[in-house]
């Protein structure tokens, strides 16, 4: 069996060759000795030290949204519309039924492909070489979902689109402890943490300015890869690693492999609790934006419950940005991060309790706006708090894609409960009510953290 492992790298590599231009641009590299001998285990997974420039930030954070743009705008608004043309009648079932089969490819693949880039030795580098990969997948996958006529087909591309962008997740989340400096983590984490709201909602503004979901859901998801693709690429531009040498990668067993999936919370307790913290919070959020358009359209009875949805995305989303930013810098000051994550979620859940039992337009998009800014306040450092509480410094793709499939898993967990609420209770003020309690919990479950301030 062929693995990433059994690629040497070359001495002289692509990002050694790249090494002068990529300076100026303030792009982070690994220092190596004049002779260009390959570094110990110690010299390759030491912490960054050399700061990271806004440019490099900025297209970071822009290939990270593809993540939301792939995963929220499917779930919020493409997917609902063309399960409502597939098959009208069975419209909540067949939706239930794609997106938590899809959420599970993603639980798969984020510690997965971690694991494997954290042992490939491709000349391109560990985290580029997977970049490209999960780019490709993605395109692929929504080109069978735009293309698609049965539940199926839909089923077929969706499976393939989480299984990329969530790699890509999981690559991009390594990116931070391996090229960000300490003294940067937070503000950089906010970059990644923010990107599955910030990409929902510019995939949103995409496809409602370039045509009519609601009629052609096809176009939208033609219009993700594109858009996908050009945003993986642009942060490629100025994206440089060193190729891991093969000498610091033991020899591939499956067995090994897969043993190392698990992360004994006796032992690692602070890992256990962001872990569980970070599961309840993307709980709550994603009940809500699962069912937002059918909410919409049952509940607040609005015309154009698309336009609807777009404006609370938006809302949302800008609210999210100007908190994520402003206390990830903070966070970068003060070095504290579990202030930030408590008062996150505990906000989060009041304005999901707003929304359950004040059931108005107006209401609801103000909820939205208070959302957004506990969401951007938790997320601006929550994958800074992550990294902290990593086991070993050889497996951080692996043990961040272990981190991630606490997002993940709200995607599969979050449709059923929700399909069983609404088919049993037909009450959206009890759905929403247990997603605000979800937040409430992710505020509890992060205080026992002991090795982060």
Known sequence: MTTPADFSSEANSPADEEATSSDRLGVATLEVDATRQEPDADAFYQ????????????????????????????????????MAQIDPTNKIAAFTLVASVGALAGVISSPLVGALSDRTTWRWGRRRSWLLIGAVGVALGLVIMGVATTVWEVLVGEIIVQFAADALLSVCTAIIPDQIPLQQRASASAFVGMAPLVGGAVGIILISRLTNVLTHPAQAYFILAVTSVLFVFSFLTVFREQALPRKLVKPFR???????????????PDFGFVWLSRACAFFGYQVLITYVLFYLQDVIHLARADQGVAAFQISSTVALLIAAIVSGIQADRIQRLKPFVVAGALVMG????????????????????VLG?????????????????????????????????????????GPLIGGFVLNTSHNYTVLFAIAAVFMLLAAVFITPVKSVR
């Open 47 to 82: 912490v960054p030290t050399q700061s990271v420039s806004w440019l490099y930030r900025i297209l970071f954070g822009v290939a990270a949204i593809v993540i939301g743009v792939d995963n929220v705008t499917i779930k919020q608004l493409i997917l609902p519309a063309q």
């Open 254 to 268: 499956l067995a090994t492999l897969l043993s190392e999936f698990w992360v004994d919370p006796r032992r690692y």
């Open 350 to 369: 009041a304005a999901l309790f707003a929304i359950a039992f004040i059931p108005v337009w107006p209401v609801f998009l103000a909820a939205g706006v």
């Open 373 to 413: 800014l506990g969401f951007g306040v938790y997320l601006a450092v929550d994958q800074a708090l992550a990294v902290k509480v990593l086991p070993r410094a050889s497996a951080r793709g692996k043990d961040l894609g272990l981190i991630n499939t606490a997002i993940f898993i709200p995607l599969i967990v």
